[in-house]
């Protein structure tokens, strides 16, 4: 209890502007006291939710509700419990980090990724790191490549796929970060059929387990359920979709939002049974036959 306290107390200071950028949402208007979105957590066709800057609170005048960074990861993830948004808040903002227990209230220059050189996927410690979370390298390497960055001065390396806006997803054996802007990734061959996955490795996963599947499919990778209203309109074009995502609250209620929006979908998380995602499926796939 004491910890978790700490981490609440640390993560009421990331800065809520910083943290709506993170998942897709710019103002549309603002000054140096605040900033006016449309709502992230319901939809409307006028701006009323408002962040004040000076306070860090949030305020959505359509709900008559507001509060912290906290309440807000709540309100956008059909009421998770704190520690989940503790997790997703670590997860959103790279530079945060729940071990040091550093308290900021907006990201400094820095502390931004700056990507340098982007190749093809072929370091022995990702393709190692592929391997150990049960993935194909040969279908892995398809879509992803090998991202050179630096942060705070340092230099790393990483497993990255790139969002529709440019941005990068990036995963090695120590770190989740992103490249801004965050965004979705769209892999398009133009097929009838589209499969949307939550995260990197659910997608790498799928491809794995079903290699075929690219010849008669696209993909979209949602990177945050929170992009799930941005993708409604480009999958409503396909006769089929195929929906991947968690099986956390958050996850449901994203694969709910898209059930009812999309005529043509089809929720697909029975197929990793009681496991929270298709690479925990996966992993406990190749342990089971492991055993046989």
């Not at 701006?47 to 609170?57: D, G, H, T």
């Not at 903002?93 to 729940?98: E, G």
């Not at 969002?163 to 133009?190: C, H, M, Q, T, V």
């Not at 010849?215 to 309109?233: G, M, P, Q, T, W």
């Amino acid at each position: 209890m004491k910890k978790e306290k700490l981490q609440c107390d640390t993560a009421r200071e990331i800065s809520i502007v910083e943290f709506l950028k993170k998942n897709g949402f710019s103002p549309h208007r603002e000054n140096h006291k605040e900033a006016w979105y449309l709502s992230p957590i319901r939809d409307e066709s006028t701006s009323s939710f408002k962040v004040s800057k000076i306070l860090n609170r949030w305020y959505d005048h359509g709900l008559g509700k507001g509060g912290n960074v906290i309440d807000l990861v709540l309100e956008m993830n059909n009421n998770c419990s704190v520690q989940e948004a503790l997790l997703i808040l670590d997860r959103d903002i790279p530079s945060f980090s729940f071990q040091q227990q550093n308290a900021f209230a907006v990201l400094k220059p820095e502390d931004e990724i700056k990507v340098e050189k982007v190749m093809p996927l072929r370091h022995p410690s990702l393709i190692n790191y592929l391997l150990k979370r049960k993935v194909n390298p040969k279908q892995a390497t398809r879509y992803a490549r090998q991202i050179h960055y630096r942060l705070k001065g340092n230099r790393y390396f990483a497993i990255g796929i790139e969002n529709i806006s440019g941005g990068w997803e990036l995963r090695n054996p120590y770190y989740k970060n992103a490249a801004a802007p965050k965004d979705y990734s769209y892999f398009s061959s133009s097929k009838q059929m589209v499969n949307i996955t939550e995260g990197m490795f659910d997608f790498f996963s799928l491809i794995s387990l079903y290699p075929d599947l690219a010849i008669k499919s696209d993909f979209i990778v949602l990177n945050s359920v929170s992009f799930a209203n941005r993708i409604k309109n480009i999958a409503a074009d396909y006769t089929k979709v195929g929906l991947y995502l968690d099986k956390d609250p958050a996850g449901k209620k994203a694969t709910k939002q898209l059930l009812a929006h999309l005529p043509n979908s089809v929720d697909m998380s029975a197929i990793y049974g009681f496991k929270k995602d298709l690479n925990e499926y996966l992993t406990a796939l190749n342990r089971r036959q492991h055993r046989l």
